[in-house]
Every structure is written in structure tokens, then in C-alpha cells.
């Protein structure tokens, strides 16, 4: 059994997917849009270009995402995706990269249950918790 997030973006899970590529050192293994898909008939144009499935191989880890095509997008509450690290350097740059352009909901530093933790909402809307447990 594994788990997986599955990310829902509005309507810029292609560039979201990218950069988490880039941040992540991992890969977009599969990505489709709803102009691809079977469904394209059916849709109006301005579907077309929206992610309908997206897939992001970070080592053993996946990734999925896609866009909202509701035209009704909220960001994510009530969850958040934990990424640790046992690296103080790695942790501390991959908070600033998803703070940069987001939101700091807690600074990236020293907690009493580990050495540095921190909580941002990416530019993209997804909230995220960085936890780093570097005994040094």
C-alpha cells in the first residue's frame, strides 16, 4: 500500500508540476490535458489547454495532479503536504523556494520537537509543512 497527494491547481497545474520538478530534483512522468483526452469533443476550447492528469516521480515517491476545470477552484484546507529533510541546507532551500511568491504561515526555525520546521502556502496555493531533523 502507498499513498499518494493529488494536487488540484488552478488552471496552472502544468507550471505548478514544473517547478516542483525543478525544486524537487524529480520528474513529470505523465502529463494530459483535457484537449488530449477522449473527452475533447465534448468540452469547449477553453478547456482544452487545462491539465486534465498530471504525474510527478520525485526517487519512489508520486506526485498527481491536475487542474480545476469547474471554474469554481478553492484553494486546499484543512490538509498539507509534509516533506522532511535531514538536511538543514536542503530544508531551508526548499521552504524559501516555495515561500517565494507564497505565504509564511510559520517561519522556517527551531522547534521543540525538531530542529527546524515551517509552514508556507506556495504560490500555487498549496500549503506545505517542512520539517527538518538535522542533529548538528
Keep these: 500500500m502507498n499513498f499518494a497527494p493529488y494536487l488540484t491547481f488552478n ?13 524537487f530534483n524529480g520528474e513529470v512522468t505523465a502529463i494530459q490535458t483535457f484537449g488530449e483526452s477522449a473527452l475533447a469533443a465534448n468540452l469547449p476550447p477553453e478547456m482544452h489547454k ?13 506526485i498527481m495532479a491536475s487542474d480545476d ?3 469554481n477552484y478553492v484553494p486546499p484546507r ?6 522532511g529533510f535531514p ?3 536542503e530544508a531551508q532551500r ?13 517561519p522556517f526555525e527551531k522547534t521543540f520537537w525538531t530542529s527546524d520546521f515551517g509552514m508556507v502556502r506556495d504560490r500555487f496555493g498549496i500549503p506545505w509543512m517542512v520539517n527538518c531533523n538535522d542533529s548538528d
Design 87 to 89: 538536511d538543514f541546507t
Design 11 to 23: 488552471n496552472n497545474c502544468a507550471e505548478a508540476m514544473a517547478f516542483y520538478a525543478n525544486l
Design 50 to 62: 487545462l491539465v486534465m492528469h498530471a504525474s510527478l516521480r520525485i526517487s519512489d515517491q508520486i
Design 78 to 83: 484543512g490538509i498539507q503536504v509534509q516533506i
Design 94 to 106: 526548499v521552504f524559501e523556494a516555495l515561500a517565494l511568491g507564497g505565504e509564511i504561515k510559520m
Design 69 to 71: 476545470p469547474s471554474g
